[in-house]
């Protein structure tokens, strides 16, 4: 007798199913979401290459923390949400774990980011192999995204981000880009507007903050349970 199309290794790997490889893992990831009752994310972005001494790193540890704490007050089930890596996203988690907030990890193997960082819970740890779902479920339950500075990779997340703000393929979210000297210097924004290729009103989407304490506020004036 031959063997059932779903036990069949050899044919899940291959070009025919990849397609029962993407359901497999958005379902998967659907799941584990839902057997834990997280019902929104704060996502927090930036690069894996930041140490633990760099402003950023403590800033983003800082603030995750504070939210953490907030989201524990919080009618719907928060989560802290990051790629799972180090740097940046393992502040973010470690802020998380140390208000006792959920800490979840969307992760995928790269070239800095070989294991998952040690502050994601344990039944919150996702694995991607797809970036497109990957970056679909950073959207898709996200109430708030916070970008620190970063390399390739979170600026693809933050373009994504304002693309499907822009286009109101999202619901409107508050997007801080944290570190203004940095975003300021390194993307202009004004030449984008003065060359017509983005709008003067497309920066309602963006706010710049230096401060934790601001970014908490501007996130928790925007975000939560009127009731809580």
């Known amino acids: 007798m031959s063997e059932l199309a779903y036990h069949n290794e050899k044919f899940i790997n291959s070009e025919h199913g990849r397609s029962v490889r993407i359901m497999s893992e958005f379902l998967a ?8 009752n997280i019902d929104k994310t704060i996502v927090i972005f930036g690069s894996a290459r930041t140490k633990p001494k ?22 719907e089930k928060y989560a ?9 996203m393992e ?10 907030a959920k800490s979840l990890g969307f992760c995928i193997e790269l070239p800095f980011e070989q294991t998952t960082n040690p502050y994601v819970d344990k039944n919150l740890e996702i694995q991607f192999h797809y970036f497109f779902l990957r ?3 950073f959207l898709s339950k996200s109430a708030a995204i916070i970008v620190f500075p970063g390399g390739w990779g979170t600026f693809d997340e933050l373009f994504e981000s304002l693309t499907m ?4 393929k999202t619901t409107s979210i508050p997007l801080v880009l944290f ?6 210097n390194t993307v202009n924004w004004q030449r984008l507007i003065d060359d ?6 497309d920066m309602k989407f963006i706010h710049f903050s230096d401060d934790v304490d601001e970014c908490v506020k501007t996130i928790t004036q925007r975000v939560g349970s009127p009731n809580s």
């Open 165 to 168: 703000l822009q286009n109101k």
């Open 135 to 137: 970056k679909f479920w």
């Open 54 to 75: 760099n402003k950023y790193y403590q800033a983003a540890n800082s603030l995750a923390f504070k939210l953490g704490e907030w989201a524990k007050n919080q009618k």
């Open 179 to 184: 570190g203004t000297e940095f975003w300021k």
């Open 91 to 100: 502040a973010g988690n470690k802020g998380a774990k140390e208000a006792n």
């Open 80 to 88: 802290i949400c990051t790629g799972g890596g180090p740097g940046i």
């Open 196 to 201: 017509d290729l983005i709008d003067k009103s």
């Open 29 to 36: 990831s659907k799941a584990i979401l839902d057997d834990n």
